[in-house]
Structure formats: structure tokens, C-alpha cells
């Protein structure tokens, strides 16, 4: 995971952050992080993250002998051969 250092924080912001941080039982990293998501419309929630990677494995395109011209027994069985 990336990490980022802010420099020159004002200190009005610095302490808006404590207390919203406070309230909500969050770390001023967890805070920051919760913050900067929001603003940008990202998603930080490990549960919606696993949500939208569950959804777009089950839109997957699935393996099918049509649109590559094999099985993937035939596939294992050319490697194997070689």
C-alpha cells in the first residue's frame, strides 16, 4: 500500500481532522484516508471493493470451445505434447 506525507497542513485542518477522526473511532490516517476517498468517489469499504470485484468476475466471459476453437482438455493436452 502507497503512503503519502503532507506537509504545511494548516493547523485549523490538522485539527478538524483529529476531531472528525475522534468521532469516529478512526486513526487521523483512517480519517485522511476515509476524507480523500469520499472527495474523490472511491470507494474505501473493504466490503464494497469485494463487491464490485464479485460483480465483474461473475460478467467474466466465460471459457467456451466456440469462441477459441478448443476445449481446455485439448489446450492442456497441445502443452503437455510439446
Do not use: C, N, W
Amino acid at each position: 500500500m502507497s503512503s503519502l506525507q503532507v506537509r504545511e497542513l494548516p493547523e485549523d485542518i490538522y485539527y478538524q481532522l483529529k476531531k472528525t477522526a475522534e468521532q469516529e473511532h478512526r486513526s487521523l490516517a483512517q480519517q485522511a484516508v476515509a476524507i480523500l476517498a469520499k472527495g474523490l468517489k472511491v470507494s474505501s469499504s473493504p466490503k464494497e471493493r469485494r463487491l464490485a470485484l464479485l460483480q465483474k468476475i461473475t460478467q467474466a466471459t466465460v471459457f467456451d470451445s466456440e469462441t477459441f476453437g478448443t476445449t481446455p482438455e485439448a489446450l492442456i493436452r497441445e502443452d503437455r505434447d510439446r
